[in-house]
């Protein structure tokens, strides 16, 4: 308030400020994403193409979501049926136990890889309890309408209760 009782509103620059680190987090963790994705995505397609010419052998969790059940109960059924028409002799069970190795490994490969993605590096987990996640979840949205919603949420109450209360309350509650 002045000294004539007119009521002076300080510009919202912490609901500001928090609009441009939603923004740029956003934008920086879809880039990041695109890469990881793309070396993930190379990487699990050798798995896909590996367990294409080898149809019997049994594809692990993530290499199965990645080429469908549907599709692996398919590839499985073509193989019975090419090799029932050939009378063909099944795989020895050693040459198969080394080609589920070698499928395993792969997939593993790519796994491991996944813990760089930005999803896994930032997000909260269950089990895992670090403070950082704590404030660093909140930066991450699954997409363009979850980031909107997120924002159209922070400009209806952020500006009014940084008003009210002040920047520095505003802020601790925020956090």
Do not use: N
Not at 120 to 139: I, N
């Amino acid at each position: 308030m002045r000294e004539d009782g007119v009521a002076v509103r300080q510009p919202p620059w912490a609901t500001c400020a928090l609009i441009l680190i939603l923004l740029t987090s956003f934008a920086w963790l879809r880039v990041e994403r695109r890469e990881i994705d793309r070396e993930l995505g190379s990487s699990l397609g050798e798995a896909a193409e590996y367990f294409r010419a080898h149809p019997y052998l049994a594809p692990p969790p993530l290499l199965e979501g990645q080429v469908g059940a549907t599709t692996v109960k398919d590839l499985r059924a073509r193989y019975d049926a090419a090799q029932r028409s050939r009378s063909a002799l099944p795989v020895p069970p050693g040459i198969q136990r080394r080609e589920q190795e070698r499928l395993d490994a792969l997939v593993t490969d790519v796994s491991g890889r996944l813990s760089a993605h930005p999803t896994q590096r930032w997000s909260m987990r269950a089990g895992a309890h670090q403070p950082l996640m704590l404030v660093s979840h909140v930066l991450l949205h699954a997409s363009w309408l979850h980031l909107l919603a997120s924002l159209c949420a922070l400009l209806l109450l952020g500006f009014y209760l940084e008003g009210s209360w002040g920047a520095t309350l505003f802020i601790g509650v925020s956090l």
